[in-house]
């Protein structure tokens, strides 16, 4: 009963604190209607989660676990899953009528991307599902359609001029990447779409780090300056509410999963909302959290395979991978776990911000 009442009260916290800076954003700004978007999809998606969790029963659309995760996480079974539609179908419906309005082609490829995402997400999700297992898609077939998607994407957004090999790091200091500007980018719309996937392993842990991570892009998008890129920064406000309000019933007790429906394609978005409006540096100290749960399976991964060569034997360097689960087996509360995730989170996101205002 007590965790109940403090995660509710942490919910409360983390709602609160993005409203606050959302409202100094819009006077800071002197535009309202950053605050405005972010609770309008906050209520969209709300209600939409609140109203579809009936749907998704009716459904049958269940969570498996898998049985080599931490023995507590087998109460979750039967917990409703794919709630990633609550927050990308609205977030998608923005975007076409976005594209009508302004025939954007960037509107139109960041569309093409979170669209291609979001389907390989329920395909993933329907096939684990009917399979009555943890596992969808084939991690090598789940990689080449990820694959196919970003280099389209890549090649689409070059050709329209929408890539910059210039990564600003501040108004007085870029990068030349030159050519390596494309590995860079696919790195960042696969690798980022398959961390936020490794982060969703804990009740809120991914739907609270991608609101916080939007608003923090949101804003370091407006820092830039730059008015063709506003509409973007409306993207990542609407973001935001939406992963905020899904994040009511997903936080712990999870009432619903958002599924790899919502976290492969929260990655994408992310993603390519960094690469169409030349974000990179910004995005991944804000993203800290989702990199590093990626890092812990990739090092975990890699150091079993070394000593097993070695020694016959493998070895691990974490109890369980990715690190939330680590944490976990050490005996931490996973509420307490998010919520520590969360304020790294919210430190790293001020830093970034900070690190564009003073660069």
């Not at 077939?141 to 957004?157: D, G």
Request: aromatic share 14%; charged share 15%.
């Amino acid at each position: 009963m007590m965790s109940g009442k403090i995660n509710k009260l942490n919910f409360k916290l983390l709602f609160t604190l993005i409203s606050l800076a959302l409202f100094v954003n819009s006077y800071w700004f002197d535009n309202y209607i950053l605050i405005g978007i972010f609770f309008i999809f906050f209520c969209i998606s709300l209600l939409g989660t609140k109203y579809g969790l009936n749907f998704i029963n009716k459904l049958n659309l269940f969570q498996n676990i898998r049985d080599e995760g931490p023995a507590n996480h087998l109460s979750k079974k039967n917990t409703p899953t794919m709630g990633g539609v609550f927050i990308f179908i609205p977030y998608l419906i923005l975007l076409l009528i976005l594209n009508i309005k302004y025939k954007d082609i960037s509107i139109f490829l960041l569309f093409f991307c979170s669209l291609s995402f979001f389907t390989i997400g329920i395909l993933d999700d329907y096939i684990s599902i009917r399979k009555k297992g943890n596992t969808g898609l084939k991690s090598n077939e789940k990689f080449i359609l990820q694959s196919l998607i970003s280099i389209i994407f890549i090649i689409l957004a070059s050709q329209n001029n929408y890539i910059n090999p210039l990564i600003t790091i501040s108004n007085n200091w870029e990068i030349d990447t030159n050519l390596m500007i494309f590995p860079i980018s696919f790195i960042t719309l696969v690798g980022l779409s398959n961390a936020v996937n490794l982060t969703d392993g804990l009740d809120g842990l991914a739907s609270g780090c991608s609101s916080i991570v939007f608003y923090g892009v949101g804003t370091e998008i407006l820092l830039k300056g730059q008015k063709e890129l506003i509409l973007y920064s409306f993207i990542c406000f609407a973001l935001s509410g939406l992963c905020m309000g899904f994040l009511r019933f997903n936080k712990y007790p999870a009432k619903i999963f958002m599924g790899d429906t919502g976290s492969l394609t929260i990655g994408a978005t992310l993603g390519s909302i960094t690469i169409l409006t030349n974000s990179f540096f910004t995005l991944f100290i804000m993203s800290g959290i989702f990199i590093i749960e990626a890092l812990s399976v990739i090092i975990q991964v890699s150091f079993f395979k070394i000593t097993k060569k070695m020694f016959k034997k493998g070895k691990r360097i974490f109890l369980m991978t990715p690190i939330h689960h680590h944490f976990e087996l050490k005996g931490i509360k996973e509420e307490k776990i998010v919520e520590n995730f969360w304020k790294i989170n919210t430190l790293l996101v001020v830093l970034g911000i900070v690190l564009k205002i003073i660069l």
